[in-house]
């Protein structure tokens, strides 16, 4: 069990550009959260998916953010176009089938900046 | 819609003492609220959960309470120590999806 990986662990971009966030769940973990934490608040939810399927979004996630988990197993968080308004750290987590009142298992996250 | 809130930004306790923080909710919805903790550059690490149904759980120096009719809950750590030192995040969730967390609670445990 090595934990939740995310890659890369900074990223600092130009407005307008597009970036992309990799997350490696725990590989028995078949649910997989996106969250975002800017400064001075706490994680606020983005996005989930059980296994493949992106059960649920937030109002949060724009048109200019999509997620995908192919197969289930590691997920991707783009953003395109970029504004400055995007920088924040990116938290991914994951957790097992019935795993209520284990908490979520989070990574270290990714640090957008933009510019 | 801040569903889960944590009044205090930051909290001081000597060593040795009780740490209690708090949070408020508003959902009644919520079947599970947790801590976390969490310290510089790393995600925030799960600390301690209480179900709906119960009002308190204990883990070593850890206690969180539930009180339901005030929809609020409160972590006690004690005795407190130095490497407690982080910020504390309450969080609650449904079905253990879309967690919902409070904005934290520095807490500094002093020598």
């Known amino acids: 069990d090595t934990g939740v990986s995310q890659d890369p662990r900074h990223k600092i971009t130009k407005r307008g550009q597009n970036v992309t966030f990799r997350c490696d769940p725990i590989?028995?973990?078949?649910?997989l959260y996106w969250y975002r934490q800017t400064l001075g608040q706490g994680p606020e939810f983005l996005t989930y998916?059980?296994?493949?399927?992106?059960?649920?979004k937030s109002r949060l996630l724009s048109d200019r953010f999509s997620a995908e988990r192919p197969k289930g197993s590691f997920s991707t968080l783009e953003i395109q176009r970029t504004e400055q308004g995007d920088s924040a750290m990116y938290l991914c987590?994951?957790?097992?089938?019935?795993?209520?009142?284990?908490?979520?298992?989070f990574g270290s996250g990714t640090r957008l900046t933009v510019v | 819609d801040q569903q889960v809130k944590q009044n205090s930004p930051s909290l001081s306790v000597q060593e040795g003492r009780i740490s209690i923080l708090n949070c408020d909710y508003t959902?009644?919805?919520?079947?599970?609220f947790l801590w976390y903790k969490k310290y510089p550059a790393e995600g925030p690490t799960f600390l301690i959960s209480?179900?709906?149904?119960?009002d308190k759980n204990e883990d070593g120096r850890f206690t969180v309470f539930l009180n339901k009719s005030a929809k609020h809950l409160s972590l006690h750590i004690v005795p407190s120590q130095p490497g407690d030192s982080a910020v504390y995040f309450c969080?609650?969730?449904?079905?253990?999806?879309?967690?919902?967390f409070g904005a934290g609670t520095r807490l500094t445990v002093k020598p």
């Open positions: 987590a994951s957790s097992r089938t019935g795993g209520a009142g284990y908490g979520y298992t």
């Open positions: 590989s028995e973990h078949n649910h």
């Open positions: 998916f059980q296994n493949e399927a992106q059960l649920e």
């Open positions: 959902n009644s919805m919520f079947d599970y």
């Open positions: 209480i179900s709906s149904i119960k």
């Open positions: 969080a609650a969730t449904i079905n253990n999806n879309d967690m919902r």
